[in-house]
């Protein structure tokens, strides 16, 4: 008649540090850089800069949906215009179209990928034109660290000549032909949340073409502060910048990124093995080919919806937390009546998608207690 033991929480993606981050977090305090501005951020931005080729701009920013909002301003989207978004997101990937007054117009997803479909898009483009209006960007998505269709869709992006927006925010050190998401697209954005795959306890960066981008985006970024003695402002501006202390954590977190990637694809290679074993009826979101390379931040899968609330709620009792496929934004009662252009794939893939923990730092016996209450489970 022993206590039952509660078990500690297993997180869906709770944050990893190294163990350097509190090294640089000290000689940014000591220097007294404990501000939006410091030699961090810069650091921080440099880092991520190699990382993805060394060829593209970061800015960083303080948050990831920050970042879009700027890269909406940045490839002139205005009050009134539309933009193509897809549809099986966060809403912070939409949520900054109106925060400009803008119209997101949703197209569904590939079940390839489960990202932008590249038919339904050139679909949805045309229809627009022929009502008159210009779609100002399209916002694709890697969802969960799934690379889209990249060349598909920036093929008909260039057939129309609409600039394409990289959310990226799920996507660090996945690449689409050996090249970096983030750097493929116009503009593109990572987020540094607690749940992502490196974290600055909050954060983003904002990847753009050139330094005359970024200069501009930093401007924005800074209240819109135009040259005098004096506050004059010409533009409306934002207070986005990093905080130098997040930029001192963002340095610590980019020396494990190799590191975080191949556990995040190990674990991802785990769940297949297990699902195997147990003889489960179930679909990985998958790389379609050797182009596609996903950092597999979560592990996301495909079950008969018996199986997956079976899971959901033997996950439940053992303190596991699990979270279905993001809802369709063209489902979200905000987003009701905004124009969607699809079928019923990203609406599919919601119904019967789950996320299964996929932290870097679990240890074997997390990984046994999610081994044991799958098995609870798919046994039932
Ligand atoms: C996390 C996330 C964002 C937003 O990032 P924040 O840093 O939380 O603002 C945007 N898009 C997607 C797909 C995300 O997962």
Redesign the pocket.
Known sequence: MGKEKIQSRIWLSPPHLGGQENNYIQTALQSNWVAPAGPQIGQFESSIQNFIGGKKKAVAL???????HLALVLAGVEAGDEVICQSL?????VNPVLYLGAHPIFVDSEPETWNLCPVMLKQAIEDRLAHGKRPKAIIA???YGMPYQVDEVHAVASEFNIPVIE?A??ALGSTYKQQSCGSLGNFA?F???G??IITTG???ILICATSVEKKWAQFLATQAKDEAPHFEHSQLGYNYRMSNIAAAIGCGQVQVLDARIEKRREINAWYRGVFKDLGGDVTFQDEPDTYYMSNY?LTAVQLPLPVRNAIVNAFAKANIESRPV?KPMHLQPLYKNAPFYGEKTAEKLFFKGLCLPSGTNMNEEDLNRIQVTLQSALNH
């Open positions: 303080n948050s990831g949906t920050a970042a879009i997101t966060f809403c912070a990937s998505v890697h969802l959310d925010a799920e954005i987020s540094f949340n749940n992502k909050g954060g983003g931040w993001w």
